[in-house]
């Protein structure tokens, strides 16, 4: 059975709607006949109004206080920060696990049923380096709770946004670019944001209930 033949539309929540692939997911449910609203949960307020939409300004600290508010049928998370942007690893493993994960908790106690998660290329709970470690975390962490459907990307380096892109990101994905024309690395070929969050957008459309599913770079490719 589709996600989508149990429910004539659907009521999303969106973590992360400010961020490069956020900004495109929301936009696209929101153009999405099959979701009636967008729920977002948000550290500051961005400049957008729509219909379906209700922005919600939180504490990302305190998520027990606003439990009551995260119900709907999906939640997209795409949640994340880097090492320089959060400041320190505590930090960045705060916003990167703690945070997601305690939110995922409470929606899937709420009784939202499906969840799409945004992880990463690499990610392993048993690694040594850092940020493939807390992204492996948290998928292992998420696969115990009690949503119906999962469904974890774990996308190769993104092309972002002109006015989000990073200058590492930016060098790395055009020495990619060169070697994927000479045919290296294929299954790293760096993906627009816009792909991801259609992709991430038709599975949910297509889910079946009791799914567990990993999409790796290759797949995403």
Do not use: W
């Not at 300004?57 to 939640?75: A, H, N, P, R, W």
């Not at 990101?169 to 969050?197: D, F, G, T």
């Amino acid at each position: 059975i589709h996600l989508l033949c149990k429910m004539k539309t659907l009521n999303a929540i969106v973590l992360g709607a400010t961020g490069a692939t956020g900004q495109v997911l929301l936009d696209r449910l929101l153009k999405d006949a099959n979701f009636s609203s967008v729920s977002i949960f948000v550290r500051r307020k961005p400049k957008i109004n729509h219909k379906k939409l209700t922005v919600y300004e939180i504490d990302f600290s305190k998520i027990e206080d606003y439990k009551e508010l995260i119900t709907g049928d999906v939640l997209f998370s795409c949640l994340g920060t880097t090492l320089k942007n959060a400041g320190s690893k505590d930090k960045q493993y705060l916003v990167d696990y703690t945070y997601q994960y305690e939110f995922a908790k409470t929606a899937s106690g709420n009784g939202v049923s499906h969840y799409s998660l945004v992880s990463s290329a690499g990610a392993n709970a048993n690694t040594f380096f850092f940020y493939p470690k807390i992204k492996g975390e948290l998928e292992e962490a998420v696969k115990k709770l009690s949503f119906k459907t999962i469904h974890i990307f774990q996308p190769p380096i993104l092309i972002r946004q002109k006015n989000l892109i990073r200058t590492g990101q930016e060098i790395a994905i055009k020495i990619l670019k060169k070697l994927n024309r000479l045919r290296m690395l294929k299954s790293q070929k760096p993906l627009h944001v816009s792909v991801l969050a259609n992709r991430m957008i038709n599975e949910i459309k297509g889910s079946r209930i009791k799914e567990i599913r990993t999409f790796s770079p290759k797949e995403l490719g």
